[in-house]
């Protein structure tokens, strides 16, 4: 070997260090790129399994919401946003009906009057919520056409049957 090419040569463990390196990378690139292409599709398995819950928890009821399809519940979502001028207050309320009842099961003795004030409360609110959601949701339903209701009755069944076929743990009872 002449000392031109003892030069241009990199040495024998410069070159094992360098592939050592760019194997690393590689490596590192590889798994990168596996870990994301299985995030993205197992996102996309899990949405066709699962479509995602209605957004529309203050007016939600249920099964009958989760039924409706896309395109209703939307139109469910912007009848409640229309309407729901007073369901921030709600929740501001609710969450002063917590820190009231905190502090009534710290007392001692225990506040029982405002135990059940603040449960009292609350059975009332849940019920204005309810029937706010009910109504609108009758408003829905008489909005729908014939083929629409029918397919919507569908799901409904569909899900009932589903639910019938689950263990009593899973239903919520």
Known sequence: MTQKDKIAAPSE???ARLKGWVKAAFIASVTLNLLVA???VGGIIRHDRHPPRPMI???????FTEALSQNDREALRRAAQRESTGFRAMRQ????DYRRLIAALRAEPLDEAVV????ATRRQRLAERS???E???VERVKAMSAAERQDFADRLERMAERRERMPDHAKGN
């Open 38 to 40: 299985g995030v993205v």
């Open 93 to 96: 309320a609710a969450r002063e």
């Open 57 to 63: 928890s203050d007016v939600s009821i249920g099964p």
């Open 135 to 137: 109504r609108l949701m």
């Open 131 to 133: 029937a706010f959601g």
């Open 116 to 119: 059940q004030e603040v449960f």
């Open 13 to 15: 463990p410069a070159r």
